[in-house]
């Protein structure tokens, strides 16, 4: 099966990575809609026109089913697109029922993008799960330029977001949810912040699995390790296309970028 995946960048690799442990037996293209990015600061029609011609792009690719890799784009189009096009449409959703079932009566953190958090999607679903009100929502746009330039060590990454966790009394927290694919790449820091004690959660999983169930697709649950160690490898295993706003990704310093945040992927996945 050839499946789809966009995002607004790179934040998506995230769930193409899990896609890679789970499902390493299928073929993929991954869209980066680099032109465009970040999403989390559009007006919702523009984000509809982006992802349409998007899926349009992976339909003619020979796409049998789209991910749309990014929570931004999910609260916003994931609707009209599923009424526009036949093939499965499957979407991001922050990850806000495991956390609330995991929290024991102590507080959830749900970050993501402005759009996200204001759009209803995400409202109806705390709306639903969260009986308790133990949720709390967090804006955190920068987080997305920051892992697009592989800041996720830096010291202005670290600083950012202690900031912007500063008026929080995070002992009362046990559950962070990461509500955009781009926020996985800082999860060192996070636990730095937090303390060992936090349990970190992504939708990106659950998305595959979800992926999978629809699709008649079966789990891969051997633990192997996926680390590149040169740029084309990121062309041969699993087999995938990527492009950047419908252009083909072949030149070695954006394979060595996918390299590199593939790789750091791997490194914060058990965190």
Known sequence: MKI???DSGMGGLSVLHEAFHLLPDEEYIFYADVDHV???TKKPEEIISYTTDIVDFLIKQGSDVVIIACNTATSVAIEKLRK???????????AVKPAVHHSNSKRVLVMATPVTIRENKLKTLIDRVDTEHVCDLLPMPRLVSLAENEMYESHEAFDYIASELKPYDLSKYSELVLGCTHFNYFKPIYRKIFGD????????NGTIRHLAEKCGLKIDRSEREIFYKNPEDVLKYPKVSYFASGRPITDEKMLTHIKTLHNRLEEVRSI
């Open 4 to 6: 789809g995946l966009l």
């Open 84 to 94: 526009l096009y036949d093939i499965p449409i499957i979407g991001m959703e922050p």
């Open 197 to 204: 004690e936090l349990e970190i959660i992504d939708g990106n």
């Open 38 to 40: 970040p999403y989390g």
